[in-house]
């Protein structure tokens, strides 16, 4: 079974630029989440979604932190303008709805200068 | 989990011998934990979980320990071998669905 997609693997970009990150989820689950992981900590839940509908934003930055999931199945996130403390691993996980197995993708590494 | 920054707490074992690596929680009303492990450039990897009215549970390998008196958990790896190198982050599970990361611990396993 394929596991959660995720593109591109590294990104660079520099700071006031914007980014998009795009994410596949593992065929069936209905529940995908966005994390970002600054490096050394644990990942930080940034937003989750239901099919295509927003379940918790609570953490997302919204002035300048974006996503969607418009049929419910990819999503993407997007960031404008970048900042360097923006610089992280940002992680999709997807999971079967109402479960706590959640399944992570491998991540993208965006570095901002 | 509170950050620590880039310095995660390591723990270093020979191959071959047991590993424990600890984890404090602070949600009481969890409904499960979990034990992840994350190898470099890659995204966390679900091991083991432990249901919150347990105080044990068993996998291949591996041992999940839960003390709720304490809010403690444990994650005991047998026979330590070289794969086993890798960040492992504890999580609790809460309101079903969502995940709270503890501070990871970083293991590593010398021949």
């Known amino acids: 079974e394929a596991g959660v997609a995720q593109s591109p693997r590294y990104k660079i970009i520099e700071k006031r630029q914007s980014v998009a990150f795009w994410c596949n989820p593992i065929?069936?689950?209905?529940?995908l989440y966005w994390y970002q992981q600054i490096l050394g900590q644990g990942p930080k839940l940034l937003i989750q979604?239901?099919?295509?509908?927003?379940?918790?934003d609570s953490q997302l930055p919204k002035d300048r932190f974006s996503a969607e999931r418009l049929k419910g199945v990819d999503s993407t996130l997007k960031i404008q303008p970048a900042k360097l403390e923006d610089s992280a691993v940002y992680l999709c996980?997807?999971?079967?709805?109402?479960?706590?197995?959640?399944?992570f993708g491998p991540g993208t590494r965006l570095t901002v200068t | 989990g509170e950050s620590v920054g880039l310095h995660l707490p390591t723990l270093s074992v020979q191959e071959g011998d047991n590993s424990i690596i600890n984890c404090a929680y602070s949600?009481?009303?969890?409904?499960?934990f979990i034990w992840y492990k994350q190898e470099s450039g890659k995204g966390p990897q679900f091991i083991i979980d432990?249901?919150?009215?347990?105080d044990k549970r068993q996998g291949q390998r591996v041992t999940v320990l839960l003390n709720k008196t304490v809010k403690h958990l444990s994650l005991q790896i047998a026979a330590t071998q070289p794969g086993d190198s890798a960040v492992y982050f504890c999580?609790?599970?809460?309101?079903?669905?969502?995940?709270?990361f503890g501070t990871g611990t970083r293991l590593q396993v010398f021949p």
């Open positions: 432990i249901r919150s009215n347990m």
């Open positions: 999580a609790e599970n809460i309101n079903t669905d969502k995940l709270i």
């Open positions: 949600n009481s009303a969890s409904d499960y």
């Open positions: 996980a997807s999971s079967f709805a109402g479960s706590h197995e959640q399944y």
């Open positions: 065929s069936g689950h209905a529940t």
């Open positions: 979604f239901q099919n295509n509908g927003v379940v918790d």
